[in-house]
Antibody, heavy 115, light 108 residues
Framework: QLQLQESGPGLVKPSETLSLTCTVT????????WNWIRQPPGKGLEWIGY???????KYNPSLKSRVTISVDSSKKQFSLRLTSVTAADTAVYFC?????????WGQGTTVTVSS | SYELTQPPSVSVSPGQTARITCSGD??????FYWYQQKPGQAPVLVIK???QRPSGIPERFSGSSSGTTVTLTISGVQTEDEADYYC???????????FGGGTKLTVL
């Protein structure tokens, strides 16, 4: 059974870069769309972007200038980089597999932007 | 930009039927998806491609579609169904994914 696990720093300083990794276990990363979604405290879900296993990417236009999603197939990991963070980037960050819906999600990791 | 509109809240009593709508301002013929999220947990896909129920999802969850509006129906609501529900679809012109604002289902 495929599982996803997010990892990365829980605290990032303003203006710095947020970096998270999602590790895929129990299945292949060589297919599907691999998404990042976030949820600010008390708010709804916001799609950040996805990478298709072949390397093509799509990003939320509101974040596009600051976001990079990449994949390391050998490690079965895909990653999120968000530059120049502010307090507005404080959220729970989820990774999710998508193939006819986002059918597998990680448990989420909380990232706080604060000095 | 493409937007999906959901009612902020829906309240029902146990055993009743809950209906949550999601309206898109774009073209039809895009699939919609529904997610259930309980506090402190990751979302769970409960309806895919407008009307399909993933394996393991109870039969009381169903989806329907009409034009640019889709509806999640929960028949015979149980207390465990109390959660936030989100619709999701794709902007046809950009292929960006979009979530609705979410609906809090309260089971009184």
């Amino acid at each position: 059974q495929l599982q996803l696990q997010e990892s990365g720093p829980g605290l990032v300083k303003p203006s710095e870069t947020l970096s998270l990794t999602c590790t895929v276990t129990g299945g292949s990363i060589d297919s599907f769309y691999w998404n990042w979604i976030r949820q600010p405290p008390g708010k709804g879900l916001e799609w950040i972007g996805y990478m298709y296993y072949s390397g093509s990417t799509k990003y939320n236009p509101s974040l596009k200038s600051r976001v990079t999603i990449s994949v390391d197939s050998s490690k079965k990991q895909f990653s999120l980089r968000l530059t120049s963070v502010t307090a507005a980037d404080t959220a729970v960050y989820f990774c999710a597999r998508e193939w006819g819906g986002m059918d597998v999600w990680g448990q989420g990791t909380t990232v706080t932007v604060s000095s | 930009s493409y937007e999906l509109t959901q009612p902020p809240s829906v309240s029902v009593s146990p055993g009743q039927t809950a209906r949550i709508t999601c309206s898109g301002d774009g073209l039809p013929n895009q699939y919609f998806y529904w997610y259930q999220q309980k506090p402190g947990q990751a979302p769970v896909l409960v309806i895919k491609k407008d009307i399909q129920r993933p394996s393991g999802i109870p039969e009381r969850f169903s989806g329907s579609s009409s034009g640019t509006t889709v509806t999640l129906t929960i028949s015979g609501v149980q207390t465990e169904d109390e959660a936030d529900y989100y619709c999701q679809s794709t902007d046809t012109t950009t292929t960006y994914q979009v979530f609705g604002g979410g609906t809090k289902l309260t089971v009184l």
